[in-house]
């Protein structure tokens, strides 16, 4: 007997390519991947995610965080979707209290980042790889932790590390990140949902 798969809606920003978002779609595609991907939220309506989302053949809806009534919305969407875990990817707003006690330990963010190292508002994208770089850190990864009020202080599931080389870039830095993302996140969904 196949175990019940949990329902998991993905929320995107409206810059990013959609990455994460498609890594997470591809896994939630395996009957063995303990959530399927049902629901992509995008913040504004022609992105590029959101367009990759519709040729993986996910649902998608525009919910803008800034319009009034989004908390309700919001809730409205999850509700009538039966959402069980969220992933946030690319994400850059606060999510409604009403949201996280909703899904209590199940609302989680992937941060290109060893967090509590680099997080925080206006922490992300290359933002994040810049700072870890004039900082001189040995070392950088990414996060995936639990999503609470506040930027990027929920706690961590899983971490992974790479080496900041001497000639790194930004750019080269965020490259390497990016593939330990990928990794991370299907991971640490499976190992929250064991």
């Not at 409206?14 to 779609?25: D, P, Q």
């Not at 319009?67 to 969407?77: F, K, T």
């Amino acid at each position: 007997m196949s175990q019940k798969r949990v329902k998991m809606a993905i929320m995107v920003g409206g810059k990013g390519r959609g990455s994460n978002m498609a890594n997470l779609i591809g896994h939630a595609q395996s009957p063995d991947f303990p959530a399927e991907a049902t629901l992509v939220i995008g913040t504004r309506p022609n992105t590029p995610a959101l367009e990759r989302a519709k040729e993986m053949d996910v649902e998608t809806c525009v919910l803008n965080p800034k319009d009034d009534g989004y908390a309700e919305a919001l809730l409205d969407v999850l509700k009538s979707n039966g959402i069980e875990l969220i992933a946030l990817a690319g994400f850059l707003f606060l999510l409604p209290i009403p949201v996280l006690q909703m899904l209590p330990n199940r609302v989680i963010n992937i941060h290109p980042a060893l967090l509590p190292k680099f997080g925080g508002k206006g922490m992300y994208g290359m933002h994040v790889h810049e700072a870890v770089i004039a900082a001189g850190e040995a070392e950088s990864g990414c996060t995936v932790h639990h999503v609470t009020e506040q930027y990027d202080e929920g706690a961590p599931i899983l971490q992974l590390r790479c080496p900041v080389e001497p000639y790194d870039t930004p750019e080269t830095l965020a490259t390497r990140v990016l593939e330990l993302e990928h990794e991370a996140y299907p991971s640490a969904i499976r190992q929250l949902l064991s």
